[in-house]
């Protein structure tokens, strides 16, 4: 079958609620700096009060890297449950004008659209409130098998595994797309997905169901229970057929099989928000592997993306991401 999508996502439709904090404030709502946890609608309503004045800008982490492969030319889809209020509406429009595919029908009956409250404190570290409403409603017949076999690439996000329902509409894509030769690309997304799914990730990289595994250093160390970076990278890329790791200045690195290749982080003028910096690189590693580039082009793909969307507010590209890989994807 043809393949009239680069990549298809399936994640969080969330609208991202971002303001500047103070540490005393982070530290007053008894966060650590930097970190991630999921709220209630009641909690997402007070803490909003409380916060600055704030932007609003469609995200979600899958979303994200779709918003970044389209900014790289490339066509991508996405596949994400909205509710049908405003929220919902503010993220339809802003995927759909960027050139990402996305048909998931709104719904009235799932609460309210998810959000996430990002606190961005003077070091440009986020920490991120997410209340998941709607998005953990997507079901499975949203998973439409033709639509998996028109892309070369799936791309799943780790947050959405939580939920019963999302994780199941997971689970029909990956059958879907193996049974269609597509690849499957998943994101680990954050420490506590590793914490609390490790024995389902085991059993997708066992069962070789992932063929492309994005992570941190922090998530591959915790996933391959080490303390040793480079044994816990020996470790999980026996397991995978491509992996990718991220570390943050320290750049990046991939394995797929004997082969091995790393990246510089980019230079950056001034470090604004790091919010969406590995979902960004995951679009610009994306980008190399569905134009078929090898490892070490796709991985500097990824570092450009990444230190574009740190240097300013936001978690998708304000810059022409085409335009900055220049020769690269020529």
């Known amino acids: 079958m043809q393949h009239r999508l680069d990549v298809l ?3 969080n439709a969330i609208v991202d ?6 540490d005393d404030f982070v530290t007053s709502i008894g966060m650590p700096k930097g970190s991630m946890r999921l709220i209630d ?26 918003a970044g492969l389209a900014s790289f030319g490339l ?7 909205l509710a049908d209020d405003q929220l919902g509406q503010i993220f339809t429009h802003d995927i759909r004008s960027l050139g990402v595919e996305f048909e998931t029908p709104p719904r009235g009956d799932v ?9 961005v404190t003077p070091d440009a570290q986020r920490t991120m409130n997410t209340f998941l409403g709607a998005a953990q409603e997507l079901e499975p017949h949203t998973v439409n098998p033709m639509h998996v076999a028109q892309a070369k690439i799936v791309y799943l996000e780790g947050y959405l595994w939580d939920p019963a329902a999302p994780r199941a509409a997971m689970y029909a894509a990956m059958d879907a797309a193996h049974e269609a030769g597509t690849k ?15 024995a389902d990730l085991a059993t997708l990289l066992d069962e070789g169901r992932i063929d492309i595994l994005f992570g941190n250093e922090a998530e591959i160390l915790q996933l391959a229970g080490s303390d040793d970076f480079d044994d816990a990278v020996d470790s999980v890329a026996a397991r995978v057929s491509t992996l990718v790791v991220t570390r943050s200045e320290h750049g990046a690195i991939a394995r797929r099989g004997d082969e091995s290749a790393k990246v510089s982080a980019e230079p950056i003028e001034r470090l604004v928000d790091t919010t969406g910096a590995g979902d960004l690189f995951a679009a610009g590693f994306l980008a190399g592997e569905a134009r078929g580039l090898g490892l070490e082009k ?12 740190i240097q300013h507010y936001g978690a998708r590209p304000e810059a022409d991401l085409k335009a900055l890989a220049g020769d690269l994807l020529a």
Do not use: W
Not at 17 to 22: E, F, G, L, R, T
Not at 43 to 66: I, Q
């Open 75 to 81: 066509k991508a889809g996405f596949i994400g449950q």
């Open 9 to 11: 996502a399936i994640g």
């Open 41 to 66: 609608e009641a909690e997402a309503d007070k803490l909003y009060e409380a916060m600055a004045p704030a932007r609003e800008l469609s995200g979600g982490s899958a979303a994200n890297t779709v």
């Open 17 to 22: 609620v971002i303001a500047d904090a103070s």
């Open 111 to 119: 609460g309210a659209t998810a959000r996430c409250l990002i606190l």
């Open 298 to 309: 796709s991985l500097k793909l990824g570092a450009i993306a990444a230190a574009e969307v």
């Open 184 to 198: 499957v690309a998943f994101t680990l997304s954050d420490s506590f997905v590793v914490d609390r799914h490790k």
